[in-house]
């Protein structure tokens, strides 16, 4: 299983619900659901699907990161080539960052070491 844990914002959307909206609209998700579970800190998330990628969407609560008050995995069941982040990186730049999105990338999320990187339009990583 490949995944990436995102941290991210936009500045016309403040509640989950109208974040995960414009989310998934900027990525040509159509269909995706609200559902309940503890796992999350306010009881719920969105869930959407594109081909074989599944997201979440939920508020975040990891400290530290209070510039981004919305977390998203994305992750695949099957590793492959493309990669996750060789399909997700221009696609956050293509879509989501015109689109108002301010968004970074935890890798080793969660584990001694992660490291932030943010995305902007003129970077490459």
Known sequence: MEDLNLLCANDNCTTLPSFAAAFFQALGISAYTERESSNYSTGHYFQGRL?????????????GYDDFPFWVNVDREAQGEP???????????????????????????GRLGERRVDYSLSSPD
Request: charged fraction near 30%.
């Open 51 to 63: 081909g074989d990628i599944d997201v979440i969407v939920a508020d975040n609560d990891e400290y």
């Open 83 to 109: 990669s996750l982040r060789e399909l997700v990186d221009p696609a956050i730049r293509k879509n989501m960052l015109p689109a108002g999105f301010h968004v970074a990338r935890i890798d080793d999320f």
